[in-house]
Every structure is written in C-alpha cells, then in structure tokens.
C-alpha cells in the first residue's frame, strides 16, 4: 500500500506548515497542523481498509470456488502506518489532542497491525530527495526515525499495559467476595493486543542484538543496504504470514491476514464490512488541504459558526468515523457532502 503523505502530494494537496495565522483568530497554528494530521491519519486508515477488503474479496473469491486448499497466505503490506503521525508531533499531550478530534482509541489503531517493521533511514550516500513528499535532510531525517520508533514502542507499551490491567480487572469480576462465579462486567471491549514494533538497522549499523532484527546470516552477500535490509523485511512478513498459518490451521478455519491469531485486527465490529469502510480519497484530500491552506480556519466576522472551516471539518472527521461504526444517519450526511463537493473543483469547496 502506497505512503499516504506521497499520495496526498500526488493529488495536489498542499503542507499547512508556514500558512499564514487564522485570520478568524479563533485557531493557533497547532490546531490547523493537528486537524490537518487527523485528515492524513484518515487517509491512511482509508487506504489500509481498502487494501484490506481487496485481500477478503480475494479470499472469498476462491473460497466460492474449487481452489479453496491452493490458497496461499495473503498479507497487505502499508508504507508508513497510522503511529507515525506521533512522530511528528512534540508532546503525547498533542497526541492525545489529536485523537480527541476524531473520537480514536490508541489501542484500537494500534490493534489493526499485524506486525510492525522500522526500517532505519539509508546511509546519507544513498538518501535522496527525488520523493516530493519528503522534505527533510538526511540529519532531519535521522531524528524523525529515532521519533518513529519511540512512537510505535511507547505505543505498543501503554496498550499492552492497558490490556494486562484489563484482563486483571475482568479476571476480579468474575468473581464476588463470597467465591460465586457472576457475570463479567466487561464487555471485552478496550481488549486490544499491540504488535512488537521490529527495528531493522542498515547492515553497517550496530545499534546491539536487541534492536536488530534477523541473524546477520546471509547480509554480507547482499549487494547493498536496500537489498538487506528489503530481505530483513521480507523475513519479517514470512514470519508472520507463517504465525497465521499455523493459526488457522490449529483453528481449522481460513480468512485472511488480518483475520483470526494471536493479535486480532480490532474488535468484533471491525471485522464486519462496516468497520473496513472507506472514504474517497480525494474527498480526504479536499478535506486536509482546505485545512492546510485556508486563511479563515474560524467563522467569518458577523457569520454563524456553522461557515467555519474548522468546525465542519471537525464534524465530517467525526462522521467518518460514526459510519464506519456502522451509522446510517451519518453515512446519508457524507454522501450529501461528497456531492456537494464534486460540484466544485476539487480544491474550492464551500465551507
């Protein structure tokens, strides 16, 4: 699956850093980047869920049809993914402000990865610029992986401390002070496992046996850093497609990666169509760049908040993620809004 950010350069879409201050002056410069970020955020999700259905209509494709034991394992490789963005971020506090718009559980982003691969930044003699989505010199661009990684562990740490404090909490409730088994009080919701986040350095690198993935078998025949470090990868995802594998045989049913294992996609809502629903891209894309470039983010002067750029996005973000809980109400509001917005060209919405 293609990096969202680059895909959003393609389409036009423009960086809200450097923008001129709201002139509504309702909004700081933080609130236009972190809006602007949730709709990144969104793409990603949108793009993955796309992938993911392309990978289920496969499986149910041969399944339906006589080949259902010649099926081999199917996984859906992101570039980048939805922890990133923290990365780009300077406090957890801003995170937190981040997710808070779109009403997203960390666990529950988490949880929809299988595994998760950091590939070190490449030696500064093979870095380039040629992508117009990366704007960053090599020495930026070391200090956003160190950010990236710290992003994906730190993460993955809180949702499995979350998960164990879970698991105790539902554990007590099962039982009253007297020893008599009653109903748990949980609904199993909240219950999200994390991926173990897997750095894998340049070969030239020694940042210890702790942090590098694979043996160093075999990287002394690769021909360069790409080559080794695209086999370490590739590693990677055999290993895990093998996990799932042996899952579903020891469960003696088929799906696809995402589908039943030791890490589950999310909750049981998000294995139904609805909770792999997506948006059209470049409807998102509309979306982040209005945020990105327009100069009154707030209402303008004598007008009612309903005209703020801000507070519409906001609330179609918000939509999004009702629908994709499986909300009618709000599905009819977004496609009134995808219309509306056909109407104009692509990038002159009316808010």
């Known amino acids: 699956m293609p990096e969202a950010a680059t895909l959003y350069f393609e389409r036009g879409g423009s960086l809200p850093f450097g923008t ?11 609130d236009r980047n972190l809006l602007w970020e949730a709709w990144l955020i969104e793409l990603k999700i949108s793009l993955e869920n796309a992938a993911h259905a392309a990978s289920a209509a496969r499986v149910t494709t041969v399944l339906e049809g006589d080949s259902a034991a010649s099926l081999p394992p199917c996984a859906v490789v992101c570039d980048r993914g939805i ?9 957890d506090a801003e995170w937190e402000q981040l ?4 009403g997203w559980d960390e666990a529950e982003l988490l949880s929809r990865y299988k595994g998760v691969v950091c590939l070190a930044v490449a030696p500064e003699e093979y870095y380039n610029l040629g992508n117009e989505a990366r704007h960053e010199s090599f020495e930026v661009a070391q200090q ?3 950010a990236t990684w710290a992003a994906w562990r730190n993460a993955a740490e809180r949702c499995d401390a979350r998960a164990a404090r879970q698991h105790a909490d539902d554990f007590a409730a099962e039982f009253d ?4 088994s009653r109903a748990s009080s949980s609904n ?3 219950r999200h496992r994390a991926p173990s ?3 894998v350095a340049n070969p030239q690198d020694n940042f210890g046996a702790a942090t590098a993935y694979s043996s160093e078998e075999g990287l002394d025949e690769m021909t360069s850093p790409f080559e080794a470090k695209s086999a370490a990868l590739r590693s990677c995802v055999e290993s895990t497609l093998l996990e799932h594998s042996l899952s579903e045989a020891a469960s003696n049913s088929r799906g696809s990666i995402f589908g039943s294992g030791r890490r589950h996609l999310s909750s049981s809502s998000s294995s139904s169509s609805s909770g792999h629903w997506s948006m059209p891209i470049d409807f998102i894309v509309a979306q982040a760049h209005a945020v990105a470039t327009s100069p009154h983010l707030g209402s303008h002067s004598g007008s009612s908040i309903s005209s703020s750029v801000y507070a519409r996005s906001v609330a179609l973000l918000r939509g999004v993620q009702s629908a994709r ?4 109400e709000q599905r009819k509001v977004l496609a009134a809004a995808q219309q509306r917005d056909a109407s104009q060209s692509l990038f002159r919405l009316e808010f």
Request: no cysteine; aromatic share 4%.
């Open 20 to 30: 001129d201050a709201d002139l509504s002056g309702e909004y700081s410069p933080l």
């Open 197 to 199: 986040p897997v750095l």
């Open 177 to 180: 002070l007297s020893g008599t």
């Open 144 to 146: 956003r992986h160190g």
């Open 325 to 328: 809980r499986g909300d009618p």
């Open 83 to 91: 922890l990133d963005s923290r990365a780009y971020l300077s406090s």
């Open 99 to 102: 997710l808070g718009l779109a």
């Open 188 to 190: 199993g919701g909240g």
